[in-house]
């Protein structure tokens, strides 16, 4: 266990504490990337081969190197990140399925594993796919984007698992947003989905809601926010009371119960037990779970102007640099890497694929926050994988608040 005041060195304290720059590091998602896409998990910094890739990892990292290289100048770090994009976009052109679904694990030596169909996975590939089809440099990119999703997205009018169907509501609203390009009969098709996804999800909320219990499930998993972030996204597109209403509900009762302390720190649902009605799990703590509640966060900010949703969003950042439960680094800022889980013992010091990912997407976000704040902060590249962020306020400087 690392205790941040204690083994942490001074260098990475001062950032923590006092910081009006931070680095931050590409080199591990480089490291886990070969020719076929990003390896699904790590002994502790190395890729561990034999669990071979996901569709769900290379979706996430598709997402993720496209938001991030939209941010930097066009530089060697740049084209790079570009590059692994061209990667992740084939992995998914290979994943998918001649009837649109995407198979999800597949081994080191490229054979499909034994598995179920996912609606999670597939709706983290159409998200990923819109994003591509939007923000990919290369035309024909864009094209292969296009015509990956248009295979996929009908498949979302069937999904039954919510997060699946939170992905695909969101990935609607980000086409809507650019509705010029569509057709009337397209444009009339997205508005269909949009209406069925969105009552899907108000009709989860409705029958598990009660005064207590302000949820869609009668269980609190993984990746818990993505729900409500889906609906904020709504809520930025049609502005609608009914779905601002569940979004505010459910995300203020998650805060609720992810937030301990004085000054609050975030406490993800353990994934020994997770959560009920009867009591929250504290152990083991995900990394994706503390992402999803920053995302979900700026999402409302957007939404509503809201500063409260800033201050969310730093406090989960704040987790991966020892804001926790245990004070301890969640991740190596030099590698570019993230642990796996918090255990009662400290760091999983695996860091595999969707750790990485949570923690580089939080970085992200927490970027977008200073930014919609009005701090403009600059991004400039300091290193062959290395980005320094520069702001002109302390980072962390609000958690006491």
């Not at 002994?43 to 996901?54: C, N, V």
């Not at 919609?372 to 300091?382: I, L, M, Q, R, Y």
């Amino acid at each position: 266990m690392v205790k941040i005041e204690q083994n942490v060195p001074a260098k990475t304290r001062s950032r923590v504490k006092n910081a009006r720059e931070w680095r931050v590091s590409f080199k591990h998602l480089m490291r886990l990337t070969d020719d076929v896409g990003l390896l699904e998990h790590a002994h502790y910094f190395l890729p561990r081969r034999k669990e071979g890739y996901t569709t769900d990892d290379n979706a996430r990292a598709l997402q993720t190197v496209l938001y991030w290289s939209e941010r930097i100048p066009d530089t060697p770090l740049k084209r790079e990140l570009l590059r692994l994009s061209e990667v992740y976009l084939s992995f998914l052109a290979w994943a998918i399925r001649d009837d649109g679904r995407f198979h999800n694990n597949f081994s080191y030596n490229r054979e499909k594993e034994p598995e179920h169909l996912s609606d999670d996975c597939d709706g983290r590939a159409i998200y990923a796919l819109v994003l591509a089809q939007k923000l990919m440099p290369h035309p024909e990119h864009r094209r292969l984007a296009g015509d990956l999703l248009r295979r996929a997205l009908p498949h979302a009018q069937q999904f039954k698992a919510l997060r699946g169907t939170a992905y695909a509501l969101s990935a609607v609203v980000q086409l809507l947003q650019d509705e010029d390009v569509f057709s009337v009969s397209e444009k009339n098709v997205l508005r269909t989905l949009l209406r069925q996804l969105t009552a899907r999800l108000l009709d989860a909320y409705a029958h598990e809601n009660d005064r207590r219990w302000r949820w869609f499930e009668s269980e609190l998993t993984y990746s818990n926010a993505l729900l409500p972030w889906s609906l904020w996204q709504v809520v930025k597109l049609t502005g609608d009371k009914k779905v601002r209403s569940v979004a505010e509900e459910s995300l203020g009762f998650l805060q609720g119960v992810m937030l301990e302390g004085d000054p609050p720190y975030v406490r993800p649902i353990g994934n020994r037990g997770w959560g009920t009605r009867k009591g929250i799990a504290t152990w083991d703590q995900q990394p994706i779970d503390v992402y999803k509640l920053a995302i979900s966060a700026l999402a409302a900010y957007e939404a509503t102007g809201d500063v409260a949703y800033l201050r969310l969003i730093e406090r989960a950042r704040a987790w991966f640099y020892g804001h926790n439960a245990l004070s301890v680094m969640m991740i190596d800022p030099e590698e570019g890497a993230a642990f796996d889980g918090l255990t009662p013992e400290g760091p999983n010091e695996n860091a595999g694929a969707e750790a990485l990912i949570s923690y580089l997407m939080s970085e992200y976000i927490y970027w977008r926050a200073l930014q919609v704040e009005g701090e403009a902060p600059s991004v400039t590249v300091c290193g062959a994988h290395t980005l320094c962020v520069t702001s002109r306020v302390k980072a962390a400087q609000t958690l006491a608040r």
